[in-house]
């Protein structure tokens, strides 16, 4: 039987990521983005990614194959993003998933983007433990989740967002105070030059009544809108993205810190693009230390949108032998986080 290689395809916002792993190892990726296409716009317009994802798609998956050293022809399995996420921007990532497989041959895993963030920990760290608690903190989604082997058991939700993501609230913060989409990034940036405690912002749903393991983040980007609007003079922007930055860190690391205490668990898992913020990382790994709890964190360049992921999520499930997706499967763009595979959990193959 020949080597397992699974080639990893996502296209669920503005990233059109290509991944090839093989048991656990990353051969090669290639990643080309539609971000500054958007930024004039101020978030991303979904026919925009579409069409760059078709123009990158083909070059993406060429750069991926020669990174690795590898042909098609060696693929044994591909894993392609098909949900959640702009509709427009999956579909031509899982046509392109589906075109793949069936001139190589080989069987399609339509996969959950959220499980992929997951996965790619894999890459680095190794085998995750039997369970864990998982901190999932992205543009569209932050949940705290119970995640046992990724590739067969369901994933189980703690909690999740009431209203905007962590990353959400990053990209309309930033846009609040001038600074550039993606606001992340350039918050973690500005902030460097700012102090933490500056400005008290909120910790949203951290008070002794509140649900544990719900998030909420519109009230603190209001808390920053309000602050904004009672400024006469220019805005002390280090300081709003220092302190803001902070409330969002505290929120999620009290949070994260005390379901893993719930749980019994000893390790947190972080991902999502939110994990790659310096003092998200910084706060999170000093309160884990601190409770005994160990933190596994993708390194910065696979915490956003990747092929790497998908491909590392797609090898788990092959080395799991779960049963793969036909051909004509669909996308769905609001699909809920339930397991690897977009379409549910599946028994294991036979034989
Ligand atoms: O996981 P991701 O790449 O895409 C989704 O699945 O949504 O996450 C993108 C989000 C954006 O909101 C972006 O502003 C945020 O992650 N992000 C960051 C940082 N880098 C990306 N947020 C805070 N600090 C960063 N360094
Ligand atoms: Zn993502």
């Known amino acids: 039987m020949s080597t397992p290689l699974v080639l990893g395809i996502e296209t669920s916002c503005d990233e059109t990521g290509v991944g090839l792993v093989s048991e656990g190892r990353l051969l090669g990726d290639a990643l080309a983005s539609s971000m500054d296409e958007h930024a004039r716009f101020g978030g991303v317009v979904p026919e925009v990614a579409a069409r760059a994802h078709l123009e990158a798609m083909a070059p993406m998956v060429r750069t991926a194959l020669r990174r690795a050293e590898v042909d098609l022809a060696d693929v044994t399995a591909v894993a392609v993003t098909a949900g959640p996420g702009l509709s427009p921007a999956l579909q031509v990532g899982l046509a ?154 505290d929120t999620l690391a009290r949070k994260a810190v005390a379901a893993c205490a719930d749980q019994g668990a000893d390790t947190l898992l972080m991902v999502g693009g939110v994990a790659a913020n310096s003092r998200v990382r910084g706060l999170v790994e000093e309160r884990c230390a601190a409770a005994g709890i160990t933190l596994r964190v993708p390194p910065i360049r696979l915490c956003t949108d990747n092929g ?44």
């Open 96 to 249: 392109a998933g589906k075109a793949y497989a069936l001139a190589a041959g080989v069987p399609l895993y339509a996969v959950h983007h959220l499980a992929g963030h997951a996965a790619v920990d894999v890459l680095d760290h190794g085998p995750l433990p039997p369970r864990c608690v998982a901190l999932i903190v992205s543009g569209g989604h932050t949940s705290l989740l119970s995640v046992g082997d990724l590739a067969r058991d369901e994933v189980v939700h703690l909690g999740d967002t009431v209203d905007d993501a962590a990353g959400e609230a990053f990209d309309k913060v930033a846009r609040l105070i001038g600074l550039p989409y993606p606001g992340g990034p350039a918050i973690d940036r500005a902030a460097r030059e700012g102090d933490p405690h500056a400005i008290a912002f909120p910790r949203p749903l951290t008070g002794p009544s509140d649900p544990p393991w719900t998030f909420s983040f519109s009230g603190l980007k209001t808390a920053v809108a309000r602050w904004v609007e009672r400024q006469d003079g220019p805005l002390p922007v280090p300081d709003i993205a220092a302190s803001f930055q902070e409330a969002v860190a």
């Open 308 to 351: 790497a992921m998908v491909a590392a999520l797609g090898d788990l499930l092959v080395r799991a032998d779960v049963e793969p997706d036909p051909l004509d499967v669909a996308a769905d763009p609001r699909a809920r986080l339930t397991g690897a595979l977009l379409h549910g959990t599946r028994p294991v193959a036979v034989g």
